[in-house]
């Protein structure tokens, strides 16, 4: 797997590749079971954590892929794929609900946080419209 930083996401997502956008805290590729679904990854705080090691990048925790039709389920780790068991529907539910719990979790640390977050974030992406 090649990671490429990436102001905005191309529309042409190439499989193989992860497109990484800092400014927009988003990683998108093609899913790695080659079925050609593009697989979008937020990076927050309660998605998705990007590890840069100045040569390979590391996605944590792994990714589901429930809502497609291949179910696959894989780490990305120093750009290589680790594949995982799918999971059952069961698992799948338990991880969802353990997932709004931490969401629902953080949120209610930051509150009063979160609108400052989404202003800058709003910023940065006029400014990038403007100077594009
Ligand atoms: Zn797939």
Same mark, same amino acid.
């Given at each position: 797997?090649?990671?490429?930083?990436?102001?905005?996401?191309?529309?042409?997502?190439?499989?193989?590749?992860?497109?990484?956008?800092?400014?927009?805290?988003?990683? =998108?590729?093609?899913? /790695?079971?080659?079925?050609? &679904?593009?697989? !979008?990854?937020?990076?927050?705080?309660? @998605?998705?954590?990007?590890?840069?090691?100045?040569?390979?990048?590391?996605?944590?925790?792994?990714?589901?892929?429930?809502?497609?039709?291949?179910?696959?389920?894989?780490?990305?780790?120093?750009? =290589?794929?680790?594949? /995982?068991?799918?999971?059952? &529907?069961?698992? !799948?539910?338990?991880?969802?609900?353990? @997932?709004?719990?931490?969401?629902?979790?953080?949120?209610?640390?930051?509150?009063?946080?979160?609108?400052?977050?989404?202003?800058?974030?709003?910023?940065?992406?006029?400014?990038?419209?403007?100077?594009?």
């Amino acid at each position: 797997m090649q990671h490429k930083f990436v102001e905005y996401i191309p529309e042409e997502v190439i499989e193989g590749n992860i497109y990484i956008s800092v400014q927009f805290a988003t990683a =998108v590729h093609k899913c /790695c079971c080659g079925c050609g &679904e593009e697989v !979008v990854t937020p990076i927050t705080p309660t @998605d998705w954590k990007l590890i840069f090691d100045g040569d390979t990048i590391s996605l944590n925790p792994s990714i589901g892929n429930w809502s497609l039709k291949c179910r696959s389920h894989y780490f990305i780790r120093r750009n =290589v794929i680790q594949w /995982c068991s799918s999971w059952s &529907e069961q698992q !799948v539910n338990t991880n969802k609900l353990q @997932d709004k719990i931490n969401k629902d979790k953080y949120f209610e640390h930051s509150k009063g946080e979160e609108e400052p977050i989404l202003l800058i974030k709003l910023w940065r992406y006029l400014k990038a419209l403007i100077t594009s």
